[in-house]
Nanobody
Framework: QEQLEESGGGSARPGESLTLSCTTSGSIFAIYAMEWYRQVPGGQRELVARITPGGAIKYAESVKGRFSITRDIGENSIHLQMNSLLFEDTAVYYC??????????????????WGQGIRVFVSS
């Protein structure tokens, strides 16, 4: 069972910054898209940022210009730098390893993996 180890997070005031990190195995990191999701109580999990092995990046509109996702190849890690935090950034953030599509329509699909979640709390 592959594991995603999350770190960082915690509490911050509006306008401050926090960094989340997620480390996985090299075999996962090499071929999976790595993503951060977040979820508030009673809400659905939403994609915050994604980075592919090739370096393609996608952000949710709500975090564009404030959050930055990067890959650390040497550490098999991704980092989410969260700047200019807002109250509405408060959530549990989850690291997600998204497998590549099967090589063929009938081919096996690799498993996806979730981290356990890490809390980010923005308050004054």
């Amino acid at each position: 069972q592959e594991q995603l180890e999350e770190s960082g997070g915690g509490s911050a005031r509006p306008g401050e910054s926090l960094t989340l990190s997620c480390t996985t195995s090299g075999s996962i990191f090499a071929i999976y898209a790595m993503e951060w999701y977040r979820q508030v109580p009673g809400g659905q999990r939403e994609l915050v940022a994604r980075i592919t092995p090739g370096g393609a990046i996608k952000y949710a509109e709500s975090v564009k210009g404030r959050f930055s996702i990067t890959r650390d190849i040497g550490e098999n890690s991704i980092h989410l730098q969260m700047n200019s935090l807002l109250f509405e950034d408060t959530a549990v953030y989850y690291c997600h390893a998204n497998p590549p599509p099967p090589l063929s329509a009938s081919g096996p699909r690799l498993d996806a993996y979730w981290g356990q979640g890490i809390r980010v709390f923005v308050s004054s």
